[in-house]
């Protein structure tokens, strides 16, 4: 079945460290996109791909990093600059844009300990 | 960022009942996303509209992208105990769209 793995499901990091959270899709989307998601709050845009090798900042990509070396994959750094990092986080596909919806994964929460 | 009205903030109705929420924005936007959130999962798109006035069903789901393309409105009718979760409105064009804030639903059976 096509689909979106984030891993982990859960993580859990001590203040001041770097963590990668890993998103992987078969389902041969070109576009990739990184959402946060607090309590209460709508999803907000960390950072977006269109195609391999690039990518583009949303509206809260500072403290944050990524990386598109293949067209599946789309892992998200969440860096010590990142002031409020815990939350659940959620990776997302689609087609060519998003007119036509996401494929969102399942997330990852994660929390600073 | 911008982030939509999105209301009511939560519902609790009764297995049977018919349920409305709207999504209203000070911009306007080529498309209107409707999605369903499961408690720790991802969103599932219910709805997908393109043009001013559309009206699209799903089953029991009906949206409908608003004439001033600043709004859109979601029913669902005759609700079950499985309609329960979080249901997000998404406004936008491209690869730039914004959420609102969330309408949780609560189906007493």
């Known amino acids: 079945d096509g689909g979106i793995t984030q891993s982990p499901k859960y993580l859990f990091r001590k203040e001041g460290q770097n963590v990668t959270l890993s998103c992987e899709q078969n389902?041969?989307?070109?576009?990739m996109y990184w959402y946060r998601q607090d309590p209460g709050q709508g999803l907000r845009l960390i950072y977006y791909s269109q195609i391999v090798n690039d990518f583009q900042k949303g509206d809260i990509a500072e403290g944050y990093s990524v990386s598109r070396e293949k067209k599946e994959s789309f892992p998200l750094t969440v860096t010590s600059a990142q002031k409020n990092p815990t939350a659940f986080y959620l990776c997302?596909?689609?087609?060519?844009?998003?007119?036509?919806?996401?494929?969102f994964g399942s997330g990852t929460r994660l929390t600073v300990v | 960022g911008q982030q939509l009205n999105q209301s009511p903030q939560s519902m609790f109705i009764q297995e049977g009942e018919d349920v409305s929420m709207n999504c209203t924005s000070s911009s306007i936007f080529n498309t209107w996303l409707w999605y369903k959130q499961d408690p720790g999962e991802g969103p599932v798109l219910l709805i997908a509209?393109?043009?001013?006035?559309e009206l699209t069903s799903n089953g029991r789901l009906t949206a409908q992208f608003g004439i001033t393309r600043k709004d859109s409105f979601l029913n669902i009718s005759a609700s079950i105990p499985s309609d329960v979760g979080i249901y997000f409105c998404a406004g936008g064009t491209g690869n730039q769209f914004y959420f609102g804030t969330g309408t949780s639903l609560t189906v007493i059976p």
């Open positions: 509209l393109y043009k001013a006035g």
């Open positions: 389902l041969n989307h070109d576009a």
């Open positions: 997302a596909s689609s087609i060519r844009d998003a007119n036509y919806g996401y494929t």
